[in-house]
């Protein structure tokens, strides 16, 4: 199957700072990638979805200006969370949908998380 | 009324066992259908995708989807304790996002 990674897979950071998280498709160029958010036991809440070249289109209630998202290629795009407070803690997940020629595909391929802890 | 509902469970079977998990969805227009494991602390890994009425097979794993009923299941044989995780469907109408179901708790026991 289609491999997305991100970087780094934790991180701690104090309340104030800022940190970027990379998603990249490895093996496969993405029309779409999505940020997710999880917390414990709970499913996962779709932040913003975004399209290479284009301003990312966030879900109601997502901060815009706190998550700033670039997807500057078709294999790369970024979180980051700006003046991070405690409750930013989450697991962050990226996603990236299949950029298929000839077909409509919609298979959407998930990264590994990336586990931050604002102190 | 949630627009795609699935047992959370949790769900407990021997090894060796024949899983079912389901989801019932509302919205006729979903076209895609996925299956997702998600290991705690990982993040989700697809399993099957599919975009017809029937069922899929890969390994142990079949996906079946009844559109007129608009109810889709995911079979696993011959269970395996590392099949222990948390299974998510997911569904779209194409270039919208994924709707995911709640996520049923399986554990495989030895």
């Known amino acids: 199957g289609a491999v997305v990674s991100q970087h780094p897979s934790w991180v701690i950071c104090k309340s104030g700072t800022s940190v970027k998280i990379e998603c990249r498709s490895l093996?496969?160029?993405?029309?779409?990638m999505f940020w997710y958010r999880q917390f414990p036991k709970q499913s996962l809440m779709l932040m913003a979805t975004?399209?290479?070249?284009?301003?990312?289109?966030?879900e109601q209630g997502v901060e815009k200006d706190k998550f700033l998202i670039n997807h500057a290629s078709l294999t790369l795009s970024t979180l980051t969370v700006t003046s991070a407070h405690p409750e930013d803690s989450s697991f962050y997940i990226c996603?990236?949908?299949?950029?298929?020629?000839?077909?409509?595909?919609?298979?959407?391929?998930f990264g590994p998380g990336t586990r931050l802890t604002v102190t | 009324q949630k627009e795609v509902e699935q047992d959370p469970g949790p769900l407990s079977v021997p090894e060796g066992a024949i899983v079912s998990l389901n989801c019932t969805y509302s919205?006729?227009?979903?076209?895609?259908f996925m299956w997702y494991r998600q290991y705690s602390r990982k993040g989700p890994e697809l399993l099957m995708y599919t975009y017809s009425s029937g069922n899929k097979e890969d390994g142990r794993f079949t996906a079946q989807v009844d559109k007129s009923s608009k109810y889709i299941s995911l079979f696993i044989r011959d269970s395996q304790p590392s099949d222990s995780a948390t299974y998510l469907c997911a569904l779209n109408q194409g270039a919208q996002k994924l709707v995911f179901g709640q996520g049923t708790r399986l554990t495989i026991n030895p």
């Open positions: 919205n006729s227009a979903f076209q895609y």
């Open positions: 975004s399209n290479e070249g284009s301003k990312a289109t966030y």
């Open positions: 093996d496969f160029q993405a029309t779409t």
């Open positions: 996603s990236a949908r299949v950029l298929a020629s000839g077909r409509a595909s919609y298979e959407q391929y």
